[in-house]
Structures are given as C-alpha cells and as structure tokens.
C-alpha cells in the first residue's frame, strides 16, 4: 500500500500566519491542490480567542481565496453576530484547505472530503492551532469534528456541549452552517439557525 503522504514537508518552522498561508499555497501533501483554483488558508487574527474550523472551502472560497465568503459563509456571519462574537476577532480556517468538487457540466459539486484528506492536512491545523492558540475551538459540522478531536463523533450527541478533552483549550461542536442553509425556507430553519447561535453563545466573550 502506498504510504499516506500529508502537508508536513511544506509546513514551515514559523509560526507567522503570513508564512504558514504563504507556505500552504505550494503545498501538495493530497491530490486536492491539482483541481482546485488556490489554497483557501484562514482569515483572522493571531489575537483571537475563538477559532471556528469548518469543512473545506466551497466553490465561491475556492475562487476568492477566503473563506466562508459563500453562502453558508453568511449564515454564519448572521449566527456569529446574534451570538455576540465579533467575525473580526475570530479566527476562521478549515479542516481541509483545497475545494474537492466534482465536476458536472459547467458546475462544480461539493464533494466531502475522504478521512486521508483530513490527515493530510491536519498539519496545518497543527500549526495554526500553535499559532493562535484560542481559547476555544469551535467545530462545524461532523467533518471538521473528526479533524478537531480526532475521532468521529454524531452531531446530535455532542453539539452544545463544552467539551474538555483537549489540553490546551475548549472544544464545542455544532451544526455546519450549510446544513443550517439547506433548512432556508423549509420548516426547521428558524430552529437550526436558533440552535447554531445558542452554541456559538457558550463560546462569546461574555458567555
Ligand atoms: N463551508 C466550509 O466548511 N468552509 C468554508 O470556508 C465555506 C463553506
Ligand atoms: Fe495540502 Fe491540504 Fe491542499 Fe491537500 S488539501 S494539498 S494537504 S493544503
């Protein structure tokens, strides 16, 4: 079998956001970087308290380079703000830094990224986590869970719930704002969207 290869021979020794994302663009620890248009690193400060960890970048992250620029990007802002957490303060990155797609026509479908792409990437994670060290880590959605504890959860069981089994800081883990977005219009929705904000409360400034 083929030794799994991951993002480690690219990650730097510095622990700057600036060369940990400058670094990632040349990065081909999975084969996800060959169709994708450019790595989708973080957004944030060194500075914040709170990291939020989604999936992997989308098709409108993977063309601007951002992410949660998306629509699932603004339900997020919106549940960010009702719950009081400033999106400026906050440090924002993915489990997985390529946008897996594939393509249908001229579209280009989300793909959920594989366990050994979670793997791959999870130096980066690494390092960010050593470059930021938040005070609580939020992730959204199962994948970004598995990434983050490192070991697969169910949503329902575990999301709500300050969790401290990490050394150094709090974990929680909720909904993804996707699955919030596919409610939007349908029955649910207002309760999805209510339940996102209620988790991201435990983890405001002033929880
Ligand atoms: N979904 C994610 O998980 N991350 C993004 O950056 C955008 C959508
Ligand atoms: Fe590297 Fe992660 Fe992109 Fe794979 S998805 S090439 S490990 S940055």
């Known amino acids: 079998m083929a030794e799994q290869t991951d993002a ?93 797609f594939e393509p249908r026509g001229k579209r280009r479908i989300h793909a959920k990224p594989e366990l050994r792409h979670l793997v791959a990437c999870h130096p980066w994670l690494d390092a960010e986590l050593e470059a930021v060290a938040p005070r609580a880590v939020v992730a959204l959605g199962a994948t970004a869970a598995r990434a983050v504890l490192g070991r697969p959860v169910k949503i329902g069981e575990i999301r709500g719930k300050l969790l401290d089994e990490l050394p150094d800081r709090v974990a929680l883990v909720t909904t993804h704002p996707s699955a919030v977005l596919r409610l939007r219009g349908r029955e649910g929705y207002d309760e999805a969207f209510g339940d996102l904000v209620a988790d991201l409360r435990l983890v405001a400034p002033d929880a």
């Open 8 to 100: 480690s021979p690219w990650v730097p020794a510095s622990r700057e956001l600036p060369d940990l994302e400058s670094a990632a663009h040349e990065c081909r620890g999975c084969e996800l970087w060959r169709p994708a248009t450019q790595v989708v690193f973080s957004t944030g400060t060194r500075s914040a308290g709170v990291m939020l960890v989604g999936e992997q970048p989308g098709d409108q992250e993977d063309r601007q380079g951002e992410p949660f620029v998306g629509p699932a990007g603004r339900v997020l802002d919106d549940a960010l703000e009702a719950a009081g957490i400033d999106r400026a303060a906050a440090y924002l990155t993915n489990a997985v830094k390529h946008f897996r």
